[in-house]
């Protein structure tokens, strides 16, 4: 090759890594400042917050130079809407939240938090958690150094997140952590390293989102030496594509290992259904099934009641199409190129393979697929030897899971 | 008796009477209700000729190893009504009764030819505080806020008091200050400093230690803590013994029985394990525990946890987000540098640092202690 050639083929890759990175992510909303009092009015009224109050955040900006906090039952926080009320932690010096809280019977609405140094809103054990139209941001766009979650509920109970949106967030953009019985509906997570990531949560509806130019759309996790496991998550009517945005997060955390080009990633969960979504151009793939021992995990890690193996996993009646064209990392292009040749694309669900070789219940599939191009079993347990194309394994139905019931009348 | 002569001798009776309030000042004032305004309205502490004085019955007290904030030195005292006393307890803080109230004074030693109100003060780490005598010099300190802790009949209630310019009075700051400093080594060399004065929610963060339950409870008041001696104005003792004697305790083993937390730095009555489980039980286990804040992360680092995952030996991180300071484990034995707990105690940005709140500068010495306890440690993560 001349050295002409050369220089040729790498300006396309370059450019071919341009278009891969995706679009270039614009900030929201431009609001004037407010009343500067305010800044400190708010502060107050968390302090003194009595069950039953309503603060209203008038439109304008209000910057923080350290978090906000509320531990008071039964108190709501509404701004004038999330593109006209702002609480700004553009130089924040103190705090690890833009709002941190600690209440049962909370709700956010209508207002916007941007540029948090931390997690944008954390709500720290809680139950009827309700956070609507709210917008979470970090400005500059995807960044290392942006804050890890945008909304951030965790030990909570009855949660319901709707209309909201997640920009930027340097781990999550909606995370529900160690939570039961939650719906995230009609949101919208983007920039994000993980979309909508629901962790070590049982009983979650997740649905009518859009998660795009993520790293990772929807994540449904489970991680080792948590305070429970999660399970029985529905992921349906979403529209999750082109999450094709480099993985920006910090190395050592769950999702650092999440390939760029991710749709839904389902990760040693048991009783997850996913179904009637649109899940499209994810580079790597549409949908990948896996267990915690493909991302690094060892069993000592783990407690000894931990099961790292998705079980009873149901994929079908989803509208897939493109993606696993250009997987990210070597280890799955090589796995492609193997698999499906230079040009091929990975099918539409990836599964490390692991396999429970005990399973609680005999003779339950791990994985139920219909409606995908095909699976790949990349054969993790053989050191990613022999994968396997072969469907035959997943042709099973499984019972369906009940809808998810906030039971708020 | 004339009507001049009555005058007189009433004039003299007034007088006599205010040079008995001057000699003898009103006593620790405990408020049931309300939040007042300025500090002096608790009585606790008292200004007079540049020493900041304890009132009657204010007993202070110092713990085996303390919490780091930011270099501040710590002047801790309790005071308790009349006929009421706490009740000891082995693990957790002590049961006080209803009346009782704590306070925690922070303040720098002042640098040579600095005012009291420069932003330039001492960063020394000594164990030993300005608090001689009954007093700390105002001329060598500088003030910076004083905490309370008050134990009412719905529980405790933390209030947070900022000392003036002049150190004269502290007023009740309930939305917290951030306080910039430059603080200043024994070499002359200069870090800056932001002091964060909390929010009256934030010290909920870390005296919520049960986040379900959301009461406020004392920290440092545990048996482990207090179990060590006090240079009290009258001598030496014990401080479970002090306290006994002055009625503020019931129930208390012998201090040899008692369980007692490590001194930090004592090297040659503590091994290195008892000294870094020591600091990280005070400033982290209040937190990391099974029913603190920081359950969510799976990583437990007070007293009573011996499981040596839960401890953080080879755990991976949980919503640590960029505090992994993209490292793989919480400790990895054997190497501090590949260890997160070492990163986020190493880090002053807020949003990798650990704790969360208090502190905006590394405790240098406290971060060497863990690292030096992580290198002893065998095996590794695989």
Redesign the interface.
Same mark, same amino acid.
């Given at each position: 090759m001349s050295r002409l050639t050369l220089v040729f083929a790498i300006a396309i890759v370059l450019s071919a890594c341009g278009r891969d990175a995706g679009p270039a992510h614009v900030p929201s909303a431009q609001v004037a400042a407010g009343d500067p009092a305010y800044a400190e009015t708010l502060r107050t009224r968390l302090l003194d917050a009595k069950p039953g109050d309503v603060i209203e955040v008038p439109a304008g900006r209000y910057s923080f130079d350290r978090s906000l906090s509320l531990r008071v039952d039964g108190v709501t926080i509404r701004g004038a809407g999330p593109d006209k009320s702002v609480l700004s932690f553009k130089g924040q010096k103190a705090g690890a939240e833009g709002l941190l809280v600690n209440a049962s019977n909370f709700t956010l609405e209508n207002i916007a938090i941007e540029d948090s140094k931390g997690d944008g809103l954390k709500v720290n054990e809680g139950e009827h958690i309700t956070i609507r139209n709210v917008r979470v941001e970090w400005t500059g766009g995807p960044s290392t150094k942006n804050g890890a979650y945008g909304l951030y509920p965790v030990k909570t109970r009855n949660v319901l997140i709707e209309n909201s949106v997640a920009i930027g967030a340097s781990d999550a953009g909606i995370y529900v952590g160690q939570s039961r019985d939650v719906i995230v509906r009609n949101s919208r997570a983007e920039f994000n390293v993980a979309g909508i990531e629901i962790e070590n949560t049982v009983n979650a509806d997740v649905y009518d989102n859009v998660a795009t130019n993520n790293t990772g759309g929807i994540l449904v996790f489970n991680m080792p030496a948590l305070s429970q496991q999660g399970g029985a998550i529905r992921v349906f009517k979403n529209k999750v594509f082109k999450n094709n945005t480099a993985n920006f997060g910090a190395k050592g955390t769950p999702v650092a290992s999440v390939p760029a080009g991710s749709g839904v990633v389902v990760n040693s969960n048991d009783d997850v259904e996913i179904f009637d979504n649109d899940i499209s151009d994810n580079a790597t793939t549409n949908i990948i099934i896996s267990s915690v021992y493909s991302t690094g995990y060892k069993d000592e890690q783990a407690n000894k009641d931990f099961d790292p193996y998705p079980e009873r996993i149901s994929v079908y009646g989803n509208r897939l199409s493109g993606g696993g064209d250009a997987p990210d990392g070597l280890d799955l292009k090589a796995l492609k190129v193997a698999s499906y040749g230079l040009t091929g694309s990975l099918p539409d669900v990836l599964w490390d393979g692991y396999r429970n070789p005990k399973p609680a219940k005999p003779g339950d599939p791990n994985l139920c697929l219909r409606d995908v191009s095909g699976v790949l079993n990349a054969d993790g347990p053989g050191g990613y030897k022999n994968p396997s194309k072969d469907m035959a394994a997943y042709n099973c139905t499984l019972p369906k899971l009940p809808a998810i019931d906030l039971k708020r009348g | 008796m004339t009507g001049s002569r009555l005058r007189i001798c009433l004039g003299l009776l007034l007088l006599s009477a205010l040079a008995a309030c001057d000699r003898a000042p009103a006593p620790v004032r405990f408020h049931a209700q309300g939040q007042p305004e300025l500090l002096s309205d608790w009585g606790v502490l008292r200004v007079a000729d540049h020493r900041l004085r304890l009132n009657d019955g204010v007993v202070p007290y110092e713990l085996n190893t303390p919490l780091f904030t930011d270099y501040a030195h710590k002047l801790r005292t309790v005071w308790m009504p009349r006929g009421v006393s706490a009740r000891y307890t082995a693990d957790g803080a002590f049961e006080f009764p209803v009346g009782t109230v704590v306070s925690k004074t922070f303040y720098y030693p002042r640098v040579a030819g600095e005012a009291a109100d420069s932003e330039v003060v001492a960063r020394s780490d000594s164990a030993e505080g300005e608090f001689r005598d009954g007093a700390l010099d105002l001329d060598r300190v500088r003030l910076i806020e004083t905490r309370l802790l008050v134990r009412r009949q719905e529980g405790w209630i933390a209030l947070p008091y900022v000392w003036n310019a002049e150190q004269t009075e502290a007023k009740l700051m309930? +939305?917290?200050e951030?306080v910039a400093l430059s603080l200043q080594d024994a070499d002359g060399k200069r870090e800056s400093a932001?002091y964060?004065v909390p929010?009256?929610?934030?010290c909920?963060?870390c005296h919520?230690t049960d986040?379900?339950s959301?009461a406020l409870q004392p920290i440092g008041l545990k048996a482990r803590h207090l179990n060590r001696d006090f240079d009290y104005v009258g001598g030496r003792a014990h401080q479970f013994v002090h306290w006994q004697q002055l009625g503020y305790l019931q129930g208390a083993p012998t201090p040899a029985a008692a369980p007692r937390a490590a001194h930090w730095r004592d090297s040659a009555r503590a091994s290195l394990d008892e000294r870094a489980r020591a600091y990280l039980d005070i400033n982290c286990g209040h937190c990391h525990s099974p029913k603190g *804040?920081g359950?969510?992360s799976?990583l437990w680092l007070d007293a009573a946890t011996v499981e040596p995952?839960?401890l953080g030996r080879?755990?991976? *991180?949980?919503?640590? +987000?960029? +505090?992994? +300071?993209?490292?793989?484990?919480d400790i990895v034995p054997g190497d501090p540098d590949a260890s997160?707990l070492v990163y986020r105690m190493d880090s002053d940005? *807020?949003?990798a640092m650990m704790p969360?709140?208090g502190r905006?500068v590394v405790h240098r010495e406290g971060v060497a202690l863990i690292r030096d306890w992580i290198a002893a440690q065998q095996g590794d993560?695989?």
């Open positions: - | 309930r +939305g917290g951030l932001t964060q929010d009256q929610n934030q909920g963060g919520g986040i379900k959301k *804040p359950n969510t799976g995952l839960r080879c755990k991976l *991180p949980i919503a640590a +987000g960029k +505090g992994t +300071g993209d490292r793989r484990h997160i940005d *807020p949003s969360e709140v905006s993560c695989g």
